[in-house]
């Protein structure tokens, strides 16, 4: 019992951040739809659910965002693998590059998709413009770095030797992947997979980009509910059929990733030289790249071309000061401007995740001694996933309508935006740290203790050292989580200081193929910075912070 | 091993630099935006303080005009963009009890009875310049007041149909004809505000039969996308080396944004219209309502009017504001738009929009 208190005693700073910027929000925005003119309707939100439109949305929400987390995790075991135990040349830069579509801005990727897919583009003979396909390829695409990055960073920090130690005794590699290297990374597979599930089941831009209005998934038609026809009850029913969906495969996802004994061997790993057996992996990665490469390359391209020809006009535009070819300035500030505001707050948002996601890491993975610390344990879990699995514009309105008076009067805050996107971000980080911490034997701990270390020092050599790389993996995650970040951010941020996607929204919302031009270049160098800030920290991996 | 800890220390430097350097930024915004009321009191006698402006996020205007108007008033503008136009109406709606804002721009005629039914407007009459009383709204023109007006149109290629040698359309009609099967893209009425105002048009067009046209312009091959720019860059013969489909649906103003040696190759079909009318009002419960009058004020004169093509692609509603050369000659307004009343919008959106995806998911 004292150790259940003394773990919701460590839990309280977190939970109430999360209580402010999440619970109250969502319930207050939930509410309006429940009450009608000041009476209390939950009737005409039940009757909501019966409508056969919201099945159907239901459905496909389901199982377009099943298939997509699926092959995002299918595709992404081999890459990871290849990026994270191989000793490829040039893996840190291809790393870095894996996470730029993460930060594209969905209606740029949609178009970039749709003139490789479209009627007259490179694959336009399959015929996939506009239908699921298109939606679970897009999908995929965006979220194959969050398989590679989160499983990776475990895998990488996992002990070679038992897998050696069976290969020595007669397993073939196939028998040592699933007895001995799959188990082990259970936790993180499953982990990611549950965060690229809910990333897919909100998704909002590439479905309705690539989908067009044909298929409507629930965030998709909780938008159009809200704003366009203005019916709060069914949005509110919608939100809340979504909240019970998503706590329930939560559970389910805690079940899968629960293992008996989490404890496995870590060390800091050093990558193993490229062998004969390693080329089926290896052409399977370089084919994947390729393919994901596609619809990059495609968008490069455009934007060095004005008028069919090749030219740098587009990149020489970005840094005026807001004025493009015909003196019409679609901007308000460069977007030079813009990338300062955006790495700025992605700084905030990356140490305000990467604080918050290692404390939620701490208190969820330490050792749990009865049923009842676990259950609270796997609750607290589920409760830091939650932002993610909750539309947008549910918890943006949110915002308005409850954090508007004093104690809480965020409205205003110039803080609001990299808050949003920290909690958004925060998952990630959680979920690529927790596996590792998890894998940590709790012997350690107790063996430093005994020695005499306090417990910040047992921390500090026990734990650290293990943590440090998935760490950074993670930093770099919620990093390009907020430079690429939309949705909140166009709903919280001042005018006076956009971040770069919205800037990129900006022009392509003004006609003119100068703007088109732009928003192009200026896509290109924000997906180019982020490969540039990652392979950054790549460098600054310390290789054998264990040894001291 | 120093090595080591010599770049394990460097990356907690930098990342602790990086992490001071931001947070400084964020208090240098901060002290920027509360200045203001500082600066302004130093600059003229009547100490005005700040006019928030709640907008959309297509809201631009010259900076030296706005400079102007802060040095004339002593007030400081400050903006804050709300997302797309429904987005901004339902944030009116929501917050029409404690405003986020002192005064709002950017609703238009398909969103204004929302916000205006929530109370969210106080009331306002400036004297308007001449012209623009025939934009003012039926109900709600002591509410809200016009800025600017632009009209959604059908929008050909027409350098593509000379090479072709078609006859390019005129009508709604047309699009629905066979000579036309699989050139017409337009952005979803759910999903795009331009989307939206086609389709009013085309409901204005054929009233209770809209379905029918519907019907008949999806045989016909139609393309429905989500927005505007994934069908004028994505699917618009004029808009991307990819497009193959040489009629969208745009603005009236797009032809001037397609012009090559003197002559635009776009032009808007004058009898697909339906006009949206964007305004301003003052927000009930504002903390400066003088200052949110004067800003209204502010956007009727013949300088901002004259401004607006430039800067936000519409038409001023002021007469004796100047429009500029290449509009004058290719951004032609149409006569006759299509209209419906904005209450009767209000009243069967979600109806109509229900039936609608009805039709098109088919």
């Known amino acids: ?548 | 091993m120093n090595h080591v800890r010599m770049r394990a220390v460097a990356a907690v430097l930098l990342t602790t630099s990086l992490g001071a350097c931001s947070l400084m930024g964020t208090e240098d915004d901060g002290t920027a935006t509360e200045s203001p009321a500082t600066s302004s009191g130093e600059t003229t006698s009547e100490a005005a303080g700040t006019v928030v402006l709640v907008t959309h996020e297509s809201f631009s205007l010259p900076k030296k005009l706005v400079k102007a108007f802060e040095e004339e008033t002593g007030y400081d503008l400050e903006v804050r963009a709300a997302g797309d136009a429904g987005t901004l109406a339902t944030k009116l709606s929501l917050t029409a009890d404690n405003p986020i804002g002192d005064a709002a721009f950017g609703v238009d005629n398909t969103f204004a009875s929302r916000p205006i039914e929530a109370g969210a407007f106080a009331a306002f009459e400036p004297e308007l310049p001449e012209g623009a009383e025939e934009y003012a709204l039926e109900e709600g023109a002591d509410r809200l007041t016009p800025i600017d007006n632009a009209s959604v149109c059908v929008n050909i290629d027409k350098a593509w149909f000379a090479a072709q040698g078609i006859e390019p359309p005129q009508t709604l009609e047309d699009l629905a004809d066979p000579a036309f099967k699989d050139l017409f893209v337009t952005p979803g009425a759910t999903t795009s505000s331009p989307g939206m105002a086609f389709f009013l048009a085309t409901l204005a067009a054929f009233g209770e039969s809209w379905r029918d046209y519907w019907t008949q312009l999806l045989d016909n091959g139609t393309k429905v996308v989500d927005g505007w720019e994934d069908a004028y860059y994505g699917d618009f013969t004029a808009g991307s080396d990819k497009g193959t489909r040489p009629i969208v649906v745009s603005y009236d103003s797009s032809p001037a944004f397609t012009v090559e040696g003197g002559e635009s190759t776009t032009a808007a079909l004058l009898d697909t219209c339906f006009r949206q009318v964007e305004y301003a009002g003052v927000l009930e419960g504002a903390d400066n309502p003088d200052g949110a009058e004067a800003l209204i004020e502010w956007m009727l004169t013949d300088e901002v009017q004259s401004a607006l093509p430039e800067s936000m692609y519409v038409f001023p509603v002021s007469e004796s504001a100047t429009v500029p050369e290449d509009w004058a000659k290719f951004a032609v307004q149409p006569a006759h738009p299509y209209e419906v009343a904005p209450g009767s919008i209000a009243e069967n959106r979600e109806q109509w929009l229900t039936e609608w995806t009805d039709v098109i998911t088919r």
């Open chain 1, 1 to 548: 019992m004292r150790r259940i208190i003394g773990l919701l005693a460590l839990a309280a700073a977190p939970v109430a951040v999360l209580g402010v910027l999440f619970v109250l929000p969502v319930t207050g925005m939930v509410a309006e739809g429940f009450w009608v003119d000041g009476d209390f309707d939950p009737r005409g939100v039940l009757d909501v659910l019966a409508r056969p439109r919201v099945h159907r949305v239901a459905w496909f929400t389901l199982w377009s965002s099943g298939a997509a987390t699926l092959l995002s995790v299918l595709l992404g075991l081999p890459l990871a693998f290849a990026l994270h135990r191989l000793a490829l040349p040039g893996r840190g830069a291809i790393r870095a590059a894996l996470l730029v579509p993460f930060v594209l801005p969905t209606v740029v990727v949609g178009v970039a998709f749709r003139q490789l897919l479209g009627e007259g583009g490179l694959l336009g003979f399959l015929g996939l413009d506009g239908t699921p396909v298109a939606i679970v390829a897009g999908l995929v695409f965006f979220n194959v770095a969050v398989v590679v990055r989160a499983v990776g960073a475990a895998w990488e920090s996992l002990d070679p030797r038992p897998a050696e130690a069976a290969a020595a005794l007669g397993a073939s590699p196939v028998q040592v992947l699933r007895t001995v290297t799959l188990p082990a990374l259970r936790p993180a597979i499953v982990g990611a997979a549950s965060i690229v599930f809910l990333f897919c089941a909100t998704a909002f831009g590439i479905v309705l980009t690539l989908g067009g209005v044909r298929y409507a998934t629930v965030e998709t038609e909780i938008y159009l509910l809200t704003t366009t026809v203005f019916d709060l009850q069914a949005a509110a029913a919608l939100s809340v059929l979504q909240l019970v969906v998503v706590v329930g495969l939560l559970a389910v996802s805690a079940r899968l990733r629960f293992v008996p004994d989490a404890t496995t061997q870590r060390t800091t790993a050093r990558p193993r030289r490229i062998r004969p057996g390693d080329w089926p992996v290896l052409l399977f990665t370089a084919a994947l790249l390729a393919i994901l490469a596609l619809p990059i390359v495609g968008l490069v391209a455009g934007s060095f071309q004005v008028d069919g020809a090749w030219s740098l006009a587009n990149y020489r535009a970005l840094g005026g000061d807001g004025e493009s070819r015909d003196g019409t300035g679609a901007l308000l500030v460069p977007v030079t401007t813009a990338l300062g505001v955006s790495l700025r707050t992605a700084v905030d948002a990356t140490w305000m995740a990467l604080a918050m996601g290692l404390a939620v890491s701490l208190i969820v993975t330490r050792r749990s001694h009865t049923p009842a610390e676990r259950r609270v344990r796997s609750v607290l879990d589920g409760f830091f996933m939650l932002p993610l699995g909750v539309s947008a514009v549910t918890l943006g309105f949110g915002f308005l309508i409850t954090l508007d008076r004093p104690p809480v009067d965020l409205r205003d805050s110039a803080l609001l935006v990299p808050m949003a996107q920290a909690l958004v971000a925060l998952p990630l980080v959680v979920r690529t740290i927790a596996p590792v911490l998890a894998g940590i034997d709790d012997r350690q701990r107790q063996a430093a203790a005994s020695l005499g270390a306090p417990p910040w020092r047992a921390l500090l050599t026990v734990d650290l050292p293990v943590v440090w790389k998935p760490l950074l993996a993670a930093s770099g995650f919620a990093f390009a989580a907020s430079l690429g970040e939309f949705g909140a951010t166009s709903f919280l941020a001042r005018d006076d200081n956009p971040t770069v996607p919205v800037v990129i929204f900006r022009l392509l919302g003004h006609p003119g193929e100068m703007n088109y031009g732009m928003a192009l270049a200026a896509s290109v160098v924000l997906a180019t910075t982020t490969a540039v800030v990652m392979l950054a920290v790549e460098r600054l991996r310390v290789p054998s912070v264990g040894s001291f």
